[in-house]
Structure formats: C-alpha cells, structure tokens
C-alpha cells in the first residue's frame, strides 16, 4: 500500500528557513509524481509545488515561487520542499501526496487519502 509520511515541520520566525521530507513506504516513489500541499486553518488544502517522477518538470504556485524549492532523491525514496524566508502566512499543515501534473483542471492535482501531515508555523 503506497504511503507518505511527512516530516520536518516546526516553529520557526519570519525570514528563516526550514526543509520538509516525504518519505514513501510500501511502494517505491520514483514513479510517483509527488505533490506539497498545505492546509491553514479554516482553508482548503492548497497546492505548493509538484514535481515529476523524473524531477524535470516541476511547479510552484504563486505564493511560494522563488522561495521554495522541490527535489527528490529518487534512491532514497524521498522528496524534499526546501522553503526559505518563510513568512507567517505560511503556516499550515503540509502535506505530500501523488499528483497528476499536469492535472484535468488544475496544474497539479493529488489523488488518494492524505497523510497526517507535518505542522509548520512561522512566527515571531
């Protein structure tokens, strides 16, 4: 059974950085696209950035674009989201899923159940 487990969230102040992993078991992820999402409270989930089995395509949403980065590290069956110069704004609970990228009607779509998540918040 294809599962991902996220990790890494913290408290952290605006302006610094943090690095979360999603890390799959079960199944072997390189032939996932993966997707980061977010949830803040009262909000839907919201799409961050994708990324392809291969790594050669990618995507970020607007709000994260030029602050985070996605990779993966296909031997160890993990993908990474690199977010720097955080802001408060980004606080939610993150979450990694397989995706279609693209998607029917949005640039990045997940699919299957979500994990429990990792918590980030950025505050001073």
């Known amino acids: 059974q294809l599962q991902f487990v996220e990790s890494g969230g913290t408290v952290v102040k605006p302006g610094e950085s943090l690095r979360l992993s999603c890390a799959a078991s079960g199944v072997t992820s390189e032939y996932y696209n993966i997707g980061w999402f977010r949830q803040a409270p009262g909000k839907e989930h919201e799409g961050v950035s994708c990324?392809?089995?291969?790594?050669?395509?990618?995507y970020y949403s607007n709000s994260v674009k030029g602050r985070f980065t996605i990779s993966r590290d296909n031997a160890k069956n993990t993908v990474y989201l690199q977010m720097n110069s955080l802001k408060p704004e980004d606080t939610a609970v993150y979450y990694c899923a397989p995706v279609r990228l693209p998607g029917y009607k949005e640039p990045c779509e997940p699919y299957g159940s979500w994990g429990q998540g990792t918590q980030v918040t950025v505050s001073s």
């Open positions: 990324i392809k089995s291969n790594a050669r395509n990618t």
